[in-house]
């Protein structure tokens, strides 16, 4: 068990290893769970000694989240992953399931610990985590927690990358609380976003501790494009909304606790909200990652509480945090994906969601994942999660794609993530649509108007009264809908 | 306040009214919510009298789930409803739907509460409530509890229809637990599938009471077909899947928590259950409807507990139950539907869901709602908040429709319902496809394969091998993808 205040790296007497002697004897068809979720705190040194031996393998990989490039770029084009789990988002890794080299099978994060753990997704050999320090039954997780505390309970075997470039100080920040497998689970304690109801370290079989290797590289940094034009239009668009929304919607009344996506925009967003006047209200964040807007925020008094599983920061969002790490201690938390991402929290907390999405129909179903319904981009993350479960779900995108040519709000997605049961608002550069409360009929209408683009507004109305001519809740002509599709 | 043991159904010196006084009062363009769920325990005499009345009505209507002719026909019919929420399963209410008349929007039952009385969805004017007592400041429902302690919070005024054909002894079934708006809310209490947080009544301001109606009058009944030969088949699939999966799930180790969708199907499900040996392991049922099969279960001493918001039974199975209902009283339990339907429960007590569906897609993605795309059935009602959150996810339906002319298997759904990242396993009467930790690719091979009827699996296969050569994770030819939809 570590104290609070753990200051040497690595216990003495464990099992010291190069990442190449590791990669010797690593199991060529092992089910793998990786650390690293948004990017970070991932193992890097491993996965790396692997791409580059010279013998064959054929790996099962399950992460936190997205992880780095020597796990899904460099090993990926080594031919050593077979199969995926539950998102990815580099290059190389997204080419390979769509050629289908790659078995990826894309799941809901607020799920997939259990999944692992209890439910047949994965029967998981070996563990390989990132970490701070390690002791002979306990380890210090680094950057993120995704569903790290799941997969060292779970493996047979344990290896443990000790990141000397990730600073000591971030076990200050993780509340890493495990819950009991159903049907004994007991209801969740968490009660505020900035609550903290577990410990900093995962405990584990010492028997498990194969390997320790030490590194020091930072992680892949992120890189945040500037906002555009149609970002700040969004993320002023969505400003508006939430100044009216906070004056009439009960669960806002005292306090306001978000979630944005991940990515350029999800950035953009969090800057806008920073400018919002929200009157006495705290303004909490709980979600899945925490980007450099954020630190903003905190800087500037403007929120209170910065809670996630992964701090996916840019290059310079990294050393501001790092440089300044004691000062963000207090405020921001660290938990595993399957809390930060729990429904019943965004449920509990009356969360305000904002996610992303490729595209939307005129009825309100969103496109998150799969271009043409066919080639897989990322994965739905944690955005199901959030948007199903939020008091307040808005779904943000751009009104059109490809520098106008093509719109993004279509008569039909052709891969659904977020259903019509599940979105209330919808956010683009061209306004606001509420739909509370609206039958398919009256959504389509809002959408066209509010979200459309103009210049696809008139072909839009005109598929939306074709459709609806030949009746029906969901009006649509099959024959033509997806000649939107390019 | 109300004791255990009501024995007076009305209290002194309440404001008792003629159902034909309270609709000449009624309000026109009222925004009510009614009791009700799986079509038992909802107000007959009031909607009758506003459907009989001449004067014109254009009201919105908020239930617990489906309710019975005097609103979803009578009502509907008289053309006295502009809007309707969350869910319906009437052919007049369909019709008016699919037509436009109707402004419906369908949405996740576990959800609905919350939207009403705290998400902007719809402003409640009244409370219509079946009750089987009712004091000055209180009242005890009847044979469902849905949203109904939801809607008497949020109304401005109260109507309560005394209905003496419901038996008082249904007071020990209600387990009405409150929540608190978030984000000030509490974990939710309760620890296993039969545990009693709650109370036995619904408390509400005293002033809001405008009226109480005496009424003697059953709910409309269910009437389930008797299981079909693809029925028996489908539910012996799924007994000796689970009899299998028992074995092997850490989950299911020592309690089997069951959910069955409402219907003829499930019905039919629930009686293979019954007949399977689980060995040592405690059966129980945590869902959303009580039915005829389930009485069975527990005469027989198979089921421990029967968790639900109502009790839909057939005109059999309602004489059944309240001829004996104090046999039933300890072991079977009615909770509110945001309680009886909670995602976080349907987690923490390890839930086998079982649900049907209209059609699936190769790659698994769920059609429950709407024939071609257009058309309304009934509504998603629970089954999202059951799929999504469960243990063991399962879709249940015939391989086949229109007497084998149709598959229920096909390239892709054009409505989705329960995403790709949603569903586990698909029995069909043709067997079983565990879809756990497979591609979209190893997906569509298991379900064409395993769970397609014979006379469709080389077409299927044929879209899919022509889809695939074009590439994509999820491959698919849009232009001919909807060649399946008649």
Known sequence: MADLNVTERIADDLPLATAAGVADDFPASATVGVSGFGSVGYPKAVPEAIAQSSRDFGLTIASGGSVGKEIDTDLVEAGAVERRFPYQSRSASRAAANSGELAYHDR????????????????????????????????????????????VDSADRLIVEINESQPLALQQLHDIYR??????????????????IGSSEISFDSGKLEAVVRTNRRDTPYVFRDPSDT??????????????????NPVLSEVINLQFGVGSLGNALMGAIANTDFGSREVNYFGEVIQDGLLDMLDEGKLNVASATSLAFSEEGQE???????????????????????????????????????????????????????????G???????????????????????????????????????????????????????????????????????????SFRDDLTEYFEDARAEGGHIPHDLDQVFDWQN
């Open 380 to 454: 739905i993350g944690g955005s199901g999660d959030f948007n199903r479960n939020a008091a307040v779900p808005i779904v943000a995108l751009p009104s059109t794609a490809k520098g106008g040519d093509l719109s993004r709000v279509v008569p039909m997605v052709p891969h659904v993530d977020h259903t019509e049961h599940d979105i209330s608002v919808v956010v683009t550069e061209q306004g606001v649509a509420d739909l509370r409360g609206k039958s398919p009929r009256e959504r389509a209408k809002l959408l066209i108007q509010n979200c459309a683009h103009p």
């Open 231 to 248: 970002d700040r239009k969004i993320a002023s668009n969505l400003a508006d909304f939430l100044a009216t929304e906070v004056e009439h």
């Open 108 to 151: 809901h994060i607020s799920r997939f610990s259990d999944e692992v753990e209890f439910g047949r997704t994965a029967d998981l050999d070996v563990a390989v985590v990132e970490a701070v320090a390690v002791g002979h039954d306990w380890l210090i997780p680094s950057t993120s927690l995704g569903h790290t505390a799941a997969f």
């Open 320 to 378: 501001r945090f790092f440089e300044n790490i004691d000062q963000y201690l207090e405020d921001v938390v660290l938990r595993p994906a399957s809390i930060s991402n729990n429904p019943t929290l965004a449920d509990r907390f009356g969360i305000v969601a904002v996610n992303s999405a490729l595209e939307i129909d005129i009825y309100g179903h969103v496109n998150s994942t799969h271009v043409n319904g066919s080639k897989a981009i990322n």
């Open 179 to 196: 819950r009991n497998a159903p049907p004994h689970r007991e209801p969740l304690p968490l009660r505020s976003p900035g609550g903290r």
